[in-house]
């Protein structure tokens, strides 16, 4: 029961870090390009993938994995967002934008995810 209430209070502190994150990026960019949810996203693929590796290579626990990975990176990150903007770029006709939000937000996350792995595995 006390996992369930620490992964749920990571997870409100992920969800208000969004919201504070991607409303401070958004007020310093003009355009439809959605540059707060994909810095977010790819801030909680950093973190998640680091937490992994640090699971690999050093014995990081599943509780800590799950409070930070599921709990805090849960609420940080957010994949319907990203879909619902990137369905909003193309009704707005915002073809090439939607692509690139779409794939390269992909590729990105997956890749921080990956430098996150390896950042765990040299400490």
Request: aromatic letters at 10%; charged letters at 10%.
């Amino acid at each position: 029961m006390t996992l369930l209430l620490v992964v749920a209070l990571a997870g409100g502190g992920g969800a208000v870090l969004r919201y504070l994150a991607d409303g401070a990026v958004q007020d310093r960019v003009s355009g439809p390009f959605p540059y707060g949810t994909l810095v977010v996203n790819l801030a909680g693929s950093l973190v998640l993938g680091f937490a992994t590796g640090m699971g690999w290579y050093h014995g990081f626990g599943t509780d800590g994995r799950a409070v930070l990975g599921t709990g805090f990176c849960g609420g940080l990150t957010t994949w319907s967002t990203a879909s619902w903007e990137s369905v909003r770029l193309a009704e707005s006709r915002f073809y090439r934008e939607a692509l690139v939000y779409t794939l390269g937000g992909l590729v990105a996350a997956l890749g921080v995810a990956a430098v996150g792995m390896v950042l765990a595995a040299t400490v």
